[in-house]
């Protein structure tokens, strides 16, 4: 029995892993459960699941909760930063998954990893803005990070049973977005509806934007720069329309090893919160016959350059790669928001970055401050 911190559970990563929970009960405990704003959903899944604790985003969502709780059963409610990590390091669990969205998933992360927990990582930005201090924290506390993002657990699974050393290329691959044969002069009359409108992929607004952008590929470049250890110049993005190939590995012989699926995420959720066993999911093969073909291409970087900019990010090093994430959690927001165009994500991140003045080799306090100096740099320009 694996008992399971969720942080994030009222998410589509947290939704579906307490589906899977659901299904393999004799496999699962949930133990700690964190939510944001969506307390009603939160409230329903502390009926279901029975944690012994949850926190909230403040203390005024932890006493609506407290309200809306029916029945008998209430776990123990707490609330903001301390709650999360209160959560993360939860002595009952053995796995934490952070499935938090943004920035706010950092603290909590190096919690779990000091308190020697599994780490199921659906949050990229922990990686892009820390991944140096983060990978060396797991190695000395002995943790085992396992991917969650669908490309990464593709290529943690296609680097079973070989050698990293063998390892030629990486081909992490991307949907490309509903924007994908659109026209760069047409760009500027992008709406919200249009962005949200992912042809593959069910995902929550802030992911399903940057994948919009590609800004999601250029995050998952420098996640997998620090996951697997390789310099960005041996990783490769594909376009795949498809989303059937989750990413593939090339190795030195020619060899190329692929992953594929239906575009669902909870593969990937399960394959990390059991492996190395895999879990009967019900879930249907893709239908190769009606499929026709499987395409890849190129991206265009001149209509999407937030790939030039997470290429350039993990170049410089430093600070930059936070400054570049929290500039474009900032544009995303403001984007959901109706307050910027869909251009001036790329113009706003661009900006920022340019007038960063980058530290080298920063401790978890500079990451911090670097990331607040980008967040009130990205206000003052909207």
């Not at 399971?4 to 998410?11: D, M, Q």
């Not at 796995?95 to 780490?119: F, R, T, Y």
Request: charged share 20%; net charge negative; proline share 4%.
């Amino acid at each position: 029995m694996k008992r399971l911190s969720i942080l994030g559970s009222t998410g589509s990563i947290g939704n579906s892993a307490l589906q899977i929970v659901k299904m393999h009960p004799d496999r699962f405990q949930v133990k700690a459960l964190t939510a944001a704003n969506n307390i009603d959903c939160l409230a329903g899944q502390i009926e279901e699941f029975k944690p012994e604790l949850v926190s909230v985003l403040d203390e005024t969502k932890a006493l609506e909760l407290s309200r809306i709780l029916k029945g008998t059963y209430r776990p123990q409610i707490l609330f903001g930063e301390a709650g999360f990590c209160e959560a993360a390091s939860y002595g009952d669990s053995d796995m934490v998954l952070l499935a938090m969205v943004g920035s706010v998933g950092l603290k909590p992360a190096l919690c779990a990893i000091e308190s020697k927990k599994q780490i199921a990582l659906a949050n990229k930005e922990t990686l892009v803005m820390a991944g140096e201090i983060v990978m060396a924290k797991a190695l000395e506390n002995g943790v085992s990070i396992l991917p969650v993002d669908s490309e990464h657990s593709a290529i943690f699974q296609c680097l079973l049973g070989n050698q990293n050393k063998d390892l030629k290329t990486i081909f992490l691959t991307a949907s490309g977005g509903p924007f994908r044969e659109m026209p760069f002069d047409a760009f500027k009359d992008i709406s919200l509806k249009d962005a949200l409108n992912h042809p593959t992929w069910n995902m929550g607004h802030k992911i399903t934007i940057d994948s919009s952008t590609l800004m999601n590929k250029g995050l998952e470049i420098i996640e997998a720069v620090h996951l697997f250890g390789v310099s960005p110049e041996k990783i490769q993005v594909l376009v795949h329309p498809q989303s059937i190939v989750h990413s593939m590995v090339g190795y030195k012989d020619g060899s190329i090893m692929a992953q594929m699926g239906a575009p669902d995420m909870k593969g990937a959720i399960a394959y990390a919160m059991s492996e190395p066993e895999r879990l009967d999911l019900q879930m249907d093969f893709p239908d190769f016959t009606n499929i026709g073909s499987l395409t890849f291409e190129k991206p265009d970087i001149q209509k999407f350059p937030s790939i030039s900019y997470a290429l350039e990010a993990c170049k410089q090093k430093g600070t930059l790669p936070a400054v570049m994430n929290a500039a474009n959690e900032m544009a995303v927001c403001a984007f959901l928001e109706k307050r910027i165009d869909f251009l001036d994500i790329f113009r706003l991140i661009a900006s920022i970055m340019e007038h960063h003045t980058r530290i080298d080799n920063p401790d978890l306090s500079g990451i911090i401050e670097a990331d607040c100096w980008a967040r009130e740099k990205a206000q003052s320009l909207i």
